[in-house]
């Protein structure tokens, strides 16, 4: 009994001391951080290196073919069901950015060129998607920057290649991802 009493005092304390959510962010200058999401300033964002990779459809691209965009990069895999769910959205976001300079990117970490299609295909995903999976040169140039440490994670990309803005997990709306890329493309270059 004092046994089950311990764990009960043990779960109630932990729940009261959660360390999620908005409320936890910390403020340091322009930047903000929480366990959901991180902005950079613009001076203080870091470089990235240069990736090149092969699209689902057998297309080789590299980052110097988005120089100068605002880049929307999705890491994303098929049997993700938080990815499966906000594809749609990030689907109508793309379309809302079209005639902007902004460009969405899929990047799938797990699946072969097949099934990055299949996915693509049934959600109307109109944007390239990126092969990640073998190579993982994408998250690796990157990982300085801002890691890519769940997934699916989006990140906004500068106009410089730099990271602007990191969201971890499933988008919980269009309204944070949307703020985060009209605020860097309306930085000065």
């Given amino acids: 009994m004092k046994r089950l009493a311990a764990i009960a005092l043990v779960l109630v304390l932990a729940g009261c001391s959660s360390t999620g959510g908005l409320d936890d962010g910390t403020v340091d200058g322009a930047n903000y951080n929480t366990d959901a999401f991180t902005t950079y300033a613009v001076d203080d964002r870091a470089a990235v290196d240069e990736w090149e990779s092969v699209t689902d459809t057998g297309e080789t691209v590299s980052s110097d073919d988005y120089a100068g965009k605002v880049v929307v990069l999705n890491f994303w895999y098929a049997a993700c069901a938080p990815c499966r769910t906000e594809a749609p959205l990030l689907e109508k976001l793309s379309t809302s950015y079209a005639d902007k300079d902004v460009q969405f990117i899929g990047v799938n970490v797990r699946d072969k060129a097949e099934f990055a299609s299949t996915f693509t295909r049934e959600f109307g995903v109109s944007y390239p ?43 919980d709306g269009p309204s944070l991802l949307d703020t985060f890329i009209s605020d860097t493309l309306a930085e000065a270059e």
């Fill in 129 to 171: 998607t990126l092969l990640d999976s073998d190579t993982g040169n994408i998250q690796f140039a990157y990982a300085s920057a801002s890691p890519v440490t769940a997934t699916p994670t989006t990140l906004v990309i500068d106009r410089s290649g730099r990271v602007a803005a990191r969201i971890l997990g499933e988008l």
